[in-house]
């Protein structure tokens, strides 16, 4: 069984930074799209970010390009996000997933197939 847990969320100062980490545990995690996705209070899940099984391509919603950064290691089974320059608007809980269909990067909340409980983020103004 497939199991993602997501670290390193935390409170921070409009203009800090944190990292995020996803480790993957009972599955080929290298056969695996990763995902990025937030949800804030009353909103619907979102896309943020996501990386090819290869990590030869990344995909970022428009709100925060230039500002967070997805990665991964294969050989450590982890995918990351680095997220600088965070606004207030950015507080949400953040969750990693994968796809497995091998279909490319894809944004869509009911394409991915395995998902980590989350790890909450919170930007203070």
């Known amino acids: 069984q497939v199991q993602l847990v997501e670290s390193g969320g935390g409170l921070v100062q409009a203009g800090g930074s944190l990292r995020l980490s996803c480790a993957c545990s009972?599955?080929?995690?290298?056969?695996?799209?990763m995902g990025w996705f937030r949800q804030a209070p009353g909103k619907e899940r979102e896309f943020v970010s996501a990386?090819?099984?290869?990590?030869?391509?990344?995909h970022d919603a428009a709100s925060v390009r230039g500002r967070f950064t997805i990665s991964r290691d294969n050989a450590r089974n982890t995918v990351y996000l680095q997220m600088n320059s965070l606004k207030p608007e950015d507080t949400a809980v953040y969750y990693c997933?994968?796809?497995?269909?091998?279909?490319?990067?894809?944004?869509?909340?009911?394409?991915?197939?395995?998902w980590g409980q989350g790890t909450q983020v919170t930007v203070s103004s």
């Open positions: 997933a994968a796809d497995r269909s091998g279909l490319g990067l894809r944004t869509g909340v009911l394409e991915y197939d395995y």
């Open positions: 009972g599955g080929t995690f290298s056969s695996y799209s």
């Open positions: 990386i090819s099984r290869s990590a030869r391509t990344i």
